[in-house]
């Protein structure tokens, strides 16, 4: 079968269709159809069970690292906080 959407073609504008370039109309509906092929890898991508799982993996990850302590306010504060001296 020919493919006559001249994927990831150089799209040479300007010129007359008789010296085997394309028109503005092709290059649209290519366009159109590049897009719509990588929605489609896209769509397939999203509902593959690996890529699924990965917010469940985060999640596990997350849980076996140990949680940092945190800082009180007061000495956040003071360490952002320039000193002043006179």
Same mark, same amino acid.
Not at 10 to 30: C, K, M, P
Not at 59 to 75: G, L, N, W
């Given at each position: ?5 001249? %994927? ?13 370039? !394309? @028109?503005?109309? $092709?290059?649209?509906?290519? !366009? ?6 990588? #929605? $489609? &890898? ?14 469940? %993996? #985060? ?9 940092? %302590? ?5 000495? $956040?504060?003071? &360490? @952002?906080?320039?000193? !002043?001296?006179?």
């Amino acid at each position: 079968m020919n493919d006559t959407r001249h %994927k990831n073609g150089n799209w040479n504008l300007g010129a007359a269709n008789s010296e085997g370039r !394309v @028109t503005f109309d $092709q290059i649209t509906v290519a !366009v159109l159809m590049d897009i719509r092929d990588e #929605l $489609q &890898k896209l769509n397939r991508l999203l509902h593959c069970p690996d890529f699924m799982a990965i917010p469940s %993996k #985060l999640d596990a990850i997350h849980k076996k690292i140990p949680a940092r %302590k945190r800082r009180s306010r007061s000495a $956040q504060h003071a &360490k @952002t906080t320039p000193e !002043v001296t006179r």
